[in-house]
């Protein structure tokens, strides 16, 4: 049979192909997993024994509507209206079976073969994927010295082609925020030039306050060019669940539920279930686990503080610490894979982030222990004295 040429020459997922070095490694030390972004707790009592009763209902595995939940996207709505101090209704509000998808059918229904997207970078390498699977250019924003990327930079790369601005905040995988008048510029921008300016939300519980992350949701008009994504498997640990949300106006959920339709129906009613426990019963478990993500990110800061073994730290946020390597001569690849097959260290390279190698690597902090993240930077230290002999 023939193969699709835009697929076969599309990368394989960065995630598997990190996890097939752990097949090579010396395991002289315990493995240091810092690869995917998952919460390594359980969900909360309230959302496990919602599930548990919504499976032995006689319904609790029936379809629910194309747009999802109605219970769920009250709820939803409910709370970005509270938390961002704006106005969504429940009509802006589709369900979808995780961000991932919520981006691909969202930037599906935004663009075509031959538009471009602009994506900031470092970029989520999904995003990059599902652009070019869809024969959609991607644009590259270089980022400013501190690696927040800036509205005044992307007006230089659009074109009469170009159909949304993507950004991630915190970002995937920098972990760098961007501010509320940082996300006001582009959206400005995004609307002088009847774009859309598509932010992914995903980590927006993962900050270091409580401040609203935008005041766009404030704007009456803000569905004419805001379309905001949304996960809960971060924030409420049910990552296996696949459940997210595109939040946009009613004539693109539209379009995007025409997608929905063909690919999955509706997003799974398990992790739609789950959500609407999660938003609804258990907002003090929310609070507990984020505070502990963000003790662990204030840890990664701390033991990276002195640079071990010449490895610097570039930024760090959400779940994220974006790390520089100090080895000029050494791909990227090349330290990756000497990491997890030497110093049982598994970390994601950045070349599957950039269009090139920048001496880059995404570290998933979320993932470990307090003494782990002690225990990661005494192995860079190993590292830096004794890589390449």
């Known amino acids: 049979m023939r193969l699709n040429p835009r697929t076969v020459r599309e990368i394989d997922s960065p995630i598997g192909t990190a996890y097939e070095l752990l097949d090579h490694r010396c395991k002289e030390r315990e493995l240091l997993d810092l690869a995917q972004a998952a919460p390594q707790y359980p969900a909360a009592p309230e959302v496990v024994e919602h599930i548990a009763a919504v499976a032995r209902d006689a319904h ?25 101090r704006g106005r969504v209704h429940q009509d802006h509000v589709l369900v979808t079976a995780g961000c991932n998808q919520a981006f691909c059918l969202a930037t599906s229904a935004l663009a075509g073969p031959g538009d471009e997207v602009v994506l900031a ?7 990059d994927m599902w652009l070019r699977l869809n024969g959609i250019r991607p644009t590259y924003l270089e980022p400013g010295p501190d690696l927040v990327p800036t509205a005044a930079a992307a007006e230089a790369v659009i074109t009469a082609r170009t ?10 995988p920098s972990g760098v925020t961007i501010s509320a008048e940082g996300i006001a510029e582009f959206a400005e921008l ?16 993962f900050r270091d306050t409580v401040e609203p992350a935008h005041t766009l949701f404030a704007d009456p008009a803000w569905a004419r060019t805001l379309v905001s994504l949304h996960s809960f498997s971060k924030d409420l640990a049910i990552p296996g669940y696949r459940v997210g949300a595109v939040v946009a106006s009613p004539e693109l959920n539209r379009e995007i539920a025409k997608l929905l339709d063909c690919v999955a129906i509706c997003a799974p009613r398990v992790g739609q279930e789950a959500a609407w426990a999660g938003l609804t019963k258990a907002q003090q478990w929310r609070s507990d686990r984020a505070a502990e993500v963000a003790a662990k990110r204030h840890r990664f800061t701390a033991v990276m503080a002195d640079r071990p073994g010449g490895f610097e730290l570039l930024s760090g946020g959400g779940f994220f610490g974006w790390v520089r390597h100090p080895f000029p001569g050494r791909s ?11 110093y049982d260290t598994l970390v994601i390279p950045g070349t599957a982030f950039q269009p090139d190698d920048r001496a880059t690597f995404r570290v998933s902090f979320g993932n470990v222990e307090h003494a782990d993240l002690t225990d990661f930077a005494a192995r860079l230290a190993t590292v830096g004295a004794t890589f390449g002999r």
């Open 60 to 84: 609790g595995a029936d379809y629910v509507e194309l747009e999802g939940l109605p219970l769920l996207r009250d709820a939803f709505a409910a709370e970005l209206s509270h938390a961002y």
């Open 121 to 127: 970078l470092p970029y989520y390498f999904n995003h």
């Open 163 to 172: 159909r949304a601005i993507v950004l991630v905040s915190p970002g995937n």
């Open 190 to 205: 995004a609307a002088r030039h009847d774009i859309a300016l598509v932010l992914d939300e995903t980590y927006r519980s």
């Open 332 to 342: 990227t690849d090349d330290v990756v894979r000497e990491l997890a097959i030497r």
